[in-house]
């Protein structure tokens, strides 16, 4: 069992850069695939990027070229850079884990997320 926990959001003017990272605790973080979800007021919750245990990434083509999820093994923290960022961005955004990388919401762990808004 692991807990996600998110830090890195925060009020940005669109064209902007944030780093969001994901950390957890137990040493076994590492061994799950990891992903990042955003639910943006009045929407449902949207896939946005995952990470599986190897490395091997996939980002969602809504934000390809924007968005980059990266892990730091040693760090037990997985990362989502946002570049460019518009004010349809804002959104709270939540780490996930789990056995197998999902583009759906079937994983095991979830942090608290974190609030991203974007001023136009």
């Known amino acids: 069992q692991v807990q996600p926990v998110e830090s890195g959001g925060g009020l940005v003017q669109a064209g902007g850069s944030l780093r969001l990272s994901c950390a957890a605790a137990?040493?076994?973080?590492?061994?799950?695939?990891k992903a990042w979800f955003r639910r943006a007021p009045g929407k449902e919750r949207e896939f946005v990027a995952a990470?599986?245990?190897?490395?091997?990434?996939y980002v969602a083509s809504s934000v390809k070229g924007r968005f980059t999820i990266s892990n730091d093994n040693a760090k037990n923290t997985v990362y989502l850079e946002i570049n460019t960022l518009k004010p349809e961005d804002t959104a709270v955004y939540y780490c996930?884990?789990?056995?197998?990388?999902?583009?759906?919401?079937?994983?095991?762990?979830w942090g608290q997320g974190t609030q991203v808004t974007v001023s136009s």
């Open positions: 996930a884990a789990g056995s197998v990388m999902r583009t759906t919401g079937e994983y095991d762990y």
């Open positions: 137990e040493p076994t973080f590492n061994m799950y695939a």
């Open positions: 990470i599986s245990r190897s490395g091997i990434t």
